[in-house]
């Protein structure tokens, strides 16, 4: 579609070939791991072609396109309805004849839909909720490790704002580090439920170096990092926190416990659009970014890390890293690029161009009458083999 | 009346120049939160920059949105790629519906409230009366909403907790999903008007005119509800009319907390999202309708005081 902002996720394709009705050739401009994970996300989402033609850019108001259910409705913010799509080739694995998705930002709100019975399923669920719903007969819970990421990204060379400590100096960020216990912070924030990680990628993807784990926290370490650095104490940070709630807490934890080693952390929390618009000016020191995450590892990282790179805001640059991300782009291989992104870590955990804090999960709460919830990680929910008894 | 309604149409170009410009201010690029995780690619930047017009001048985009609106064309949602009037069509009758519900309310609670507490001044009727008026006007709504729906949803399951049914289409379902909702909304209100109706009572009841009603032995009852409440109540409309305009607005925090898909969550997520023709369309017709509610009080005034009718 020309005015999909996915293109550039496919823009390794060079031409697409008929080999016969049901096969097609992708030729690619260069070797391009990622491509089939990228298939497998929106930018791989199968359009009907006519409908695609005769819709243009108002396609998103009546998407024709391929699965179990077709779209029927949608009304703005509100609610989109679907309804079981008769022809599709699985269909006996199709349970439900209708489902509504209805948006509610709130999650006291959509708990309290579940509770009452006005929602079958609710995602996202805020940790704090899950004992609550554990404890209701009526209720049960999923979870799962999602593909993304939680990181303070550190302003190096993005204009006059990184010529502070943090940003000129390895052992600021290292002694900023040592000072993190990332454990008590998920769960004073998140009831313990999320995992602590010092990776791009989650624990449970083949791209995850099993090696490199997060450190535990050490004051000392912190101090004489910031010692052998020769700044002056107490080291002025500020950090840039999009305005959610929960975001805003671990903020405050980490403003505690850097506090105790040195730092002196002020938060700017900001309205989220205006923080993104913020860090891509370089109007930023460290900021506290959220990444969805993508399921091939090259998404999560050579956007961020590579010289120049798209969403490299804290314009870091390494050119051993560069040729580490180039070369496992290169490589199909799972094992093989995993090995690459082993010699990667210790150079990234070095420099620290970004502190990963933790990966997240997505917590769903249903009624004990829905059956046959699978939760994917990547957060898309699949309505093959669902069923709802009455 | 004519002077009133030529006013109107300065005031509305000014506030559609403020809007307009008072958006540009805002941090926040349209083109990078349209954009997404997409953001950091500076072809679909340039894109979308092309695409909204974000790349001309700052008076050629006004100039540009203004000459549509002039034309009946509001632009369509950079963002849900709607026509922004169809969606102001479909948002404006369910916050209508809410803004009117809570002012029943308020009006329901607060007049008679108000007027009891003038009456029965310095009783334990007026002393309740102040209470519960002063609860009213500090309990935050999203709190007291959402309180509401642990309660009568969640534990005594009366009525749906959140969502929204149109009248037309089940009107039993309708009021259901919007009565908590406006009771919320018309809470606040309640406890403005019933203090504004006390005091303007008490300054009634203590005029000639009702004296005079008392000395020709009228009974108490039709002193005070036509000859003290009939003058009492200009004030009343003042304030009513300027609150009409706040229910409007007020009615965020209540739509979000109730997931009513309503005029306020709609120019919510639209400020959010920096969806530039949404905010101007939703802004220039609240500011119709607060313009049009100030003169229906000018029109109110004349018929509840017969003093302002040649004025």
Redesign the interface.
């Known amino acids: 579609m020309k005015?999909s902002?996915?293109?550039?996720e496919i823009g390794s394709i060079e031409k697409v070939e008929v080999v016969d009705p049901l096969t097609i050739k992708l030729l690619l401009k260069e070797p391009f791991s990622p491509l089939l994970a990228q298939l497998t996300d929106r930018a791989g989402m199968m359009l009907a072609p006519k409908a695609t033609e005769a819709a243009g850019?108002?396609f998103?108001?009546h998407p024709v396109c391929a699965g179990p259910y077709k779209f029927a409705e949608r009304?703005?913010?509100?609610r989109i309805v679907v309804e079981k799509f008769a022809d599709y080739w699985n269909k006996a694995n199709v349970f439900i004849d209708k489902i509504t998705y209805?948006?509610?930002?709130?999650s006291?709100?959509r708990l309290?839909?579940l509770?009452?019975?006005?929602l079958d399923l609710i995602e996202r669920v805020a940790p704090s909720d899950m004992a609550a719903i554990k404890s209701d007969g009526k209720l049960a819970t999923t979870r799962i490790t999602e593909l993304g990421y939680q990181g303070i990204t550190i302003n190096l060379g993005n204009g006059p704002r990184a010529q502070k400590p943090l940003g000129q100096d390895s052992r600021v960020r290292r002694a900023f580090e040592a000072a993190l216990d990332r454990q008590a912070m998920v769960d004073v924030v998140y009831a313990g439920l999320f995992t602590p990680s010092v990776q791009a990628v989650p624990q449970t993807s083949p791209f995850y170096v099993p090696d490199v784990k997060p450190p535990g926290r050490d004051l000392a370490k912190a101090k004489a990092l910031l010692k052998e650095a020769g700044v002056t104490l107490p080291v002025q940070v500020t950090l840039t926190v999009p305005n959610n709630p929960d975001i805003r807490q671990m903020a405050e934890v980490i403003q505690a416990m850097t506090g105790e080693a040195g730092f002196d952390v002020k938060l700017n929390v900001m309205?989220?659009?205006?923080s993104?618009?913020?860090e891509?000016r370089g109007d930023f020191e460290a900021y506290m970014l959220q990444?969805?995450g993508r399921v091939d590892a090259d998404g999560n990282m050579t956007?961020f890390f590579r010289t120049g790179?798209?969403?490299?805001?804290q314009k870091y640059s390494n050119p051993a890293v560069d040729a580490l991300l180039d070369r496992a782009r290169a490589t199909s291989e799972v094992a093989e690029r995993r090995s690459i992104y082993a010699q990667m870590w210790p150079l990234l955990r070095q420099d620290l161009p970004i502190i990963y804090l933790y990966s997240q999960k997505n917590l769903a709460g249903m009624s004990i009458r829905v059956g046959g919830f699978r939760p994917v990680p990547d957060g898309m929910i699949r309505l093959q083999g669902l069923t709802l008894t009455p | 009346l004519k002077s009133r309604l030529l006013q109107v149409l300065p005031t509305l170009l000014l506030v559609s120049i403020l809007v307009f410009s008072l958006q540009q201010l805002m941090p926040g690029d349209p083109a990078t939160i349209l954009a997404g995780e997409e953001r950091g690619d500076p072809v679909v930047l340039q894109q979308i920059r092309n695409e909204l017009w974000l790349d001309r001048s700052i008076p050629v985009q006004y100039l540009h949105w203004i000459g549509n609106v002039l034309r009946g064309d509001f632009g369509t949602s950079w963002r849900i790629r709607q026509p922004v009037l169809q969606l102001i069509l479909t948002k404006l009758p369910v916050t209508l519906q809410l803004g009117g519900m809570a002012f029943v309310f308020a009006m329901l609670i607060g007049v008679p409230a108000g007027i009891l507490a003038a009456v029965k001044r310095d009783t334990v009727w007026d002393h309740i009366a102040n209470g519960v008026g002063l609860a009213g006007l500090s309990t935050p709504n999203f709190w007291l909403g959402i309180m509401l729906i642990l309660l009568v949803s969640v534990n005594l399951g009366w009525l749906p907790p959140s969502g929204y049914v149109p009248l037309g289409e089940d009107w039993r379902m309708s009021l259901a999903t919007t009565i908590m909702p406006a009771f919320v909304l018309g809470n606040a209100i309640a406890a403005i008007l019933m203090r504004h109706t006390r005091s303007a009572m008490l300054t009634a009841m203590s005029e000639d005119y009702v004296r005079t009603a008392r000395a020709k032995g009228l009974p108490e009852r039709r002193v005070v509800l036509v000859h003290a409440l009939r003058n009492a109540l200009v004030p009343v409309i003042t304030l009513g009319a300027l609150e009409l305009g706040t229910l409007l607005s007020g009615a965020v925090l209540t739509e979000q907390v109730f997931s009513v898909p309503g005029f306020g969550k709609l120019v919510v997520d639209a400020v959010f999202n920096r969806d530039y023709p949404v905010v101007q369309g939703v802004v220039l017709v609240t500011a119709t309708l607060y313009v049009g509610l100030n003169v229906l009080a000018d029109l109110l005034y004349r018929a509840v005081n017969p003093r302002l009718r040649g004025a």
């Open positions: 005015t902002f996915r293109r550039p850019d108002k998103g108001l009304i703005q913010q509100d209805l948006p509610i930002v709130d006291t709100v309290a839909n509770r009452s019975g006005g309205e989220f659009a205006s993104l618009d913020a891509t990444w969805s956007q790179a798209s969403n490299n805001h």
